[in-house]
């Protein structure tokens, strides 16, 4: 169409400027031969020829391009009619339809005339319209793919369109062409498609979240692990793994040959094959040379080749072989010590014994004593429960060790305590077949300990400190007397010095080395010393130390029960100050009184015999000293009686 606008008009230039130069050429050369009249009608001719040849050139071009113009709108028209997806053109403006085809009329369900009466937001939900006024403005004046929308039909079903449109002129007026193609099935297969792939996705995140979890759980579990392909070639293996048999490398990929030589031969190399090929799981306690450890394994067959579990109980095997040599020297031992030894089987519940059985439930003859019913029967009654239970419990722990204290009958009519050790066995299944131990009469251990509880007791109860310390003074134990007396709670001296903790610079420094040396001989010592409390207050205590000695003659401890006597110190000291001040008044009355009392005697017998009044008067003032001298005296014992001595 656009080049067709032009085609015309060029041509028609071409043949007249070929025409003018041409002609005018011939004429030029023609009028040099013929005259001027036939020149004038040459002339006249060539403009009427070319007039009607340009008009018959225009005829036929003009009519050649309207026959391919009404072609292509033919051509057009059909595309549009017939084209069997919804097409019309709509007002930019006011969105409304302008026309449409029977594409759309059918496949909306509305009439020519409806659509015609619409706009392009009626067959769109509400919600759309201002998308589709954003889609618009961004629409360029080619061809523009706006994407897939949801449509709706006149019986308000919903679909899905993808749409084409571009902006074109009709009548003279710029309008919108727009092309739907429905994409519904297309649309909810993608949809459906994005949701599966979602679900994928999430399901894959949890499988990884589950895998973590694994990779976390079988790193965390004590067993090691690892898995092992058809191949024999080691497919994963925990931290664990790494950790028991010390291997620094990964073995993921690699042959068990390789990372184990020499293994092939091994009782747990067979057992692996056994869950391999025959689908078999197992389990096996074996010594494993390659790594010089003990190793508890349990085989099990999977999919993909055997899973095995596998931990190290060198430890416990060392202390299993130790503890039998242990039960050899205490079998031997318990001839001397008089403990008895049995061998209870846990499946047939039959006990053997020592002959020390006799000794300890004192009774003439042992028959009867080969059941384990027999032995609960001798049980306290109060205490069966408690027996059961805790061997019970042993047993479904699987603890090999077994360790109870409960009574038992002896001649029938008493009780006495004991002390039950003992040693379980297990089958290859897991299962306790045997029980093997020692029991050691600690009845008069029991009685004694009830003995030092009541004695406890007493200590706590009685008014006078007690302190317990062990063989470097250090102080273990303190009554709550001790702490009346002094101000220390009990948790003040644990572990303190005892010593450092009561004396200062006025406790008596020998007697205080004299109580170390006691206390180096394990021997008793008493005292008096001079003690300081939590105030650094003085008081003085009467201290009796005792060293503590077992049955055996081990020292175990020192008591050291005071009294509180400063009061009687006190008292001894008042009566100290007064017998010094009756030695002084004594002193007194043996010396100095003496000395004016003979003066004054001495001067009444001379003045018995003086001659003249002088005389006399001169003995009187002398008289008169010695009596005052007597007085001042006299005063002075007043004084020191009173505990006030006058300094001459």
């Known amino acids: 169409m656009k080049s067709g606008r032009f085609k015309v008009p060029l041509i028609y230039i071409a043949i007249g400027i070929l025409w003018i130069a041409l002609s005018d050429s011939a004429i030029l050369w023609i009028s040099q031969h013929i005259d001027h009249r036939l020149l004038r009608f040459l ?63 059918a496949y909306y369900g509305y009439t020519r005339a409806e659509f015609l009466s ?25 061809f523009h793919e706006s994407g897939v929308w949801r449509h709706l ?18 009548n003279n007026k710029e309008t919108v062409m727009v092309m739907a193609n429905d994409t519904t099935d297309k649309y909810l297969y993608e949809q459906r498609l994005q949701e599966i792939n979602q679900e994928l996705t999430a399901q894959k995140a949890e499988v990884d979240r589950n895998y973590l979890r694994l990779e976390n759980t079988l790193n965390s579990i004590t067993d090691s692990f690892v898995t092992i392909n058809r191949s024999w070639i080691i497919t994963k293996a925990n931290l664990n793994f790494y950790t028991v048999t010390g291997l620094t490398e990964d073995v993921a990929g690699k042959s068990i040959d390789d990372v184990f030589p020499d293994s092939s031969k091994s009782a747990f190399r067979q057992l692996a094959e056994k869950a391999m090929n025959d689908n ?8 494993s040379p390659i790594l010089n450890k003990w190793l508890r394994s349990s085989v099990f067959p999977t999919d993909e080749g055997i899973a095995i579990y596998f931990s190290d109980i060198t430890a416990v095997k060392e202390k299993d072989i130790q503890l039998k040599l242990a039960l050899e020297r205490y079998d031997l031992a318990s001839q001397a010590t008089g403990d008895v030894i049995y061998d209870l089987d846990l499946v047939n519940h039959t006990l053997a014994f020592n002959t020390q059985i006799g000794v300890l439930l004192d009774i003439s003859g042992t028959d009867g004593t080969d059941t384990l019913g027999w032995w609960r029967s001798v049980i306290h009654p109060e205490d069966i429960a408690v027996f059961s239970a805790n061997q019970e419990r042993r047993i479904a722990a699987r603890d ?8 038992i009958m002896t001649n029938g009519i008493d009780y006495k305590h004991i002390s039950d050790h003992g040693y379980l066995i297990f089958d290859e299944d897991d299962k306790p077949v045997r029980l093997i131990g020692a029991i050691k009469d600690i009845d008069l251990l029991k009685r004694s300990t009830e003995q030092l509880k009541r004695t406890g007791e007493i200590l706590n109860k009685i008014n006078n400190p007690v302190i317990i310390s062990n063989a470097e003074g250090i102080v273990i134990w303190v009554n709550p007397a001790f702490s009346a007396v002094t101000g220390y709670m009990e948790h003040e001296v644990m572990g ?19 109580l170390l040396r006691a206390v180096a001989a394990k021997e008793s010592f008493s005292a008096e010393l001079l003690n300081y409390d939590k105030y650094n207050r003085e008081y003085w205590v009467s201290l009796n130390l005792y060293p503590i000695f077992d049955a055996q003659g081990r020292f175990e401890c020192y008591i050291s029960v005071q009294n509180d006597i400063t009061e009687h110190k006190e008292r001894e000291a008042v009566i100290g ?7 002084a008044v004594s002193w007194l009355n043996s010396h100095e009184i003496r000395k004016p009392v003979a003066s004054i005697l001495a001067l009444a017998q001379l003045m018995k015999s003086a001659e003249n009044e002088e005389e006399k008067s001169e003995l009187l003032e002398l008289l008169f000293r010695c009596a005052v001298e007597l007085d001042d005296i006299i005063m002075e014992i007043n004084a020191e009686a009173s505990g006030h001595i006058r300094v001459k």
């Not at 057009?76 to 007002?91: A, L």
């Not at 303190?496 to 004299?514: C, E, F, S, V």
Request: proline share 3%.
């Open 43 to 105: 002339i006249f001719g060539k403009g009427v020829f070319l007039v009607l040849c340009t008009a018959v050139v225009l005829f036929l071009l003009i009519d050649n391009e309207r026959k391919k113009l009404d072609n292509n709108n033919r051509q057009y028209r059909k595309f549009y009619e017939d084209n069997p997806n919804p097409i019309w053109f709509y007002d930019p403006i006011t969105f409304r339809f302008t026309s449409v085809n029977d594409a759309a009329v």
């Open 118 to 142: 619409m706009t392009i937001m009626d067959i769109r939900p509400a919600e759309d319209s201002e998308k589709v006024k954003d889609s618009y403005l961004k629409m360029s004046e080619d």
């Open 153 to 170: 039909k006149k019986d308000g079903s919903l679909f899905y369109v993808h749409i084409t449109s571009h902006k074109t002129i009709q």
């Open 280 to 287: 078999i799981a197992g389990n096996i306690e074996d010594y």
């Open 400 to 407: 090999k060790y077994w360790l109870a204290e409960y009574r």
């Open 496 to 514: 303190r010095d005892h010593a450092g903790l009561l004396y200062n610079l006025k406790t008596n420094k020998i007697i205080a080395q004299q």
């Open 577 to 583: 100050i007064q017998n010094e001040k009756l030695k």
